[in-house]
């Protein structure tokens, strides 16, 4: 009966085997978030988190590196890396907030794998 045993213990030790690590880019994705801008008289669009802003003309860390805008219409598309909270702010021409508001992204993966992670892309609206 011991052969039997130390066979079954065997199989359960071997049948949980962890797979092949997986070797992931050391890399940072970019990640692209759209804004659809529906704010009359908008003039500069920020993404705020911790009280600091960017893209901004000042120099701040702000928890996300953010490229300038590409502005067609009343879209305003950002790529870079995104703090996980985040706070869309509005200006108008006179530098005058138009609209402050908390955004909680739907992130979809649009690149990469399961496993490693990947380029991100989400759409976000912001009203008066």
């Known amino acids: 009966m011991i052969p039997v045993a130390a066979g079954v213990a065997a199989l359960?030790?071997?049948?949980?085997?962890p797979a092949e690590p997986v070797a992931c880019p050391l890399i940072a994705y970019?990640?692209?978030?759209?804004?659809?801008?529906?704010?009359?008289?908008?003039e500069d669009v920020l993404i705020?988190?911790?009280?600091?802003c960017a893209p901004?003309?000042?120099?701040?860390?702000?928890?996300?590196?953010?490229?300038?805008?590409?502005?067609?219409?009343d879209v305003w598309t950002f790529t870079?890396?995104?703090?996980?909270?985040m706070t869309i702010e509005v200006y108008d021409a006179a530098?005058?907030?138009?609209?402050?508001?908390?955004?909680?992204?739907?992130?979809?993966?649009?690149?990469?794998?399961?496993?490693c992670g990947g380029p991100t892309e989400a759409s976000v609206t912001v009203r008066v």
């Open 12 to 17: 359960a030790v071997t049948g949980c085997a």
């Open 30 to 42: 970019m990640s692209t978030l759209e804004i659809v801008v529906d704010v009359p008289a908008a």
């Open 48 to 52: 705020c988190h911790d009280d600091l």
């Open 56 to 73: 901004s003309r000042e120099a701040s860390d702000a928890g996300v590196t953010v490229f300038p805008a590409v502005v067609d219409g």
């Open 80 to 85: 870079g890396q995104f703090p996980q909270d």
């Open 95 to 115: 530098s005058e907030l138009l609209t402050s508001t908390a955004v909680d992204p739907d992130w979809r993966r649009t690149g990469g794998t399961e496993e």
